[in-house]
């Protein structure tokens, strides 16, 4: 079946480096790709989507690339601040009604 | 514009009594699902409904009923609840019905404890 595997964390970076969350993904055909993030006491928001191959969602300085060779979605972000601290969550839905959501990687950016 | 409405948002229960989670959204969708959220598993998928009338079973649908009678909202009921019930629920609602484009719009959540 359809499932989601992203990177352990936590994660702790300081103010201004680079991030990198890893995501990769199990489907048939050609699901559409999603980075959600948690921030504490909230629901889930969406923070970038992408719905082919070689798509690159971005939004907020953040930016992931649809890779169907790798099956693969990969979080990344030039320069992370201290209010990008939050849950992040790699996600796929396929051509069912289901949405499949990776274990959720938890980042810190300290000051 | 509201989003998606849960309610309540926190709620202490004995083992066996029974509630509803509350769910409504305003943005005439027609997929509307339930999490729960558990640490270290992510989000799996409770029930969900792609239009009035019409429910499914996701992921752990066990110990949980569902019923959709209007587009707007989506009660989720605990008949009998368990400690292993202890979690946090959100609601998330859809406007295509199956795949596709749509993200889902979460509501805030309810964190249930099961004493």
């Known amino acids: 079946g359809d499932s989601v595997t992203q990177m352990e964390g936590p994660v702790t970076l300081s103010e201004e480096a680079f991030l990198t969350i890893n995501c990769t993904y199990t489907?048939?055909?050609?699901?559409?790709l999603f980075w959600y993030v948690q921030y504490p006491g909230e629901g889930l928001q969406l923070l970038l989507k992408?719905?082919?191959?070689?798509d690159k969602g971005s939004n907020k300085g953040f930016e992931a690339t649809y890779r169907k060779e790798t099956t693969s979605f990969h979080l990344e972000k030039g320069s992370v601040q201290v209010s990008d601290s939050a849950v992040y969550f790699c996600?796929?839905?396929?051509?069912?009604?289901?949405?499949?959501f990776g274990t959720g990687t938890s980042l810190t950016v300290i000051p | 514009n509201a989003g998606v409405t849960q309610t309540p948002k926190f709620q202490v229960l004995k083992t066996g009594q029974s509630m509803t989670l509350q769910c409504a959204q305003d943005?005439?969708?027609?997929?509307m699902s339930w999490y729960r959220q558990d640490p270290g598993m992510g989000l799996r998928l409770i029930h969900y409904s792609v239009g009035a009338g019409i429910t499914d079973q996701g992921e752990v649908p066990n110990g949980y009923n569902v019923s959709r009678s209007t587009t707007e909202d989506f009660p989720l009921r605990l008949l009998s609840a368990a400690p292993s019930q202890t979690s946090v629920y959100f609601c998330?609602?859809?406007?295509?019905?199956?795949?596709?484009?749509?993200?889902?719009?979460f509501g805030n959540g309810t964190r249930l404890t099961v004493t």
């Open positions: 998330a609602s859809s406007r295509d019905s199956g795949g596709g484009n749509s993200p889902l719009h």
């Open positions: 996600a796929l839905v396929n051509t069912g009604n289901q949405f499949y």
């Open positions: 943005m005439n969708h027609e997929y």
């Open positions: 992408a719905t082919k191959a070689d």
């Open positions: 489907a048939t055909g050609y699901p559409s």
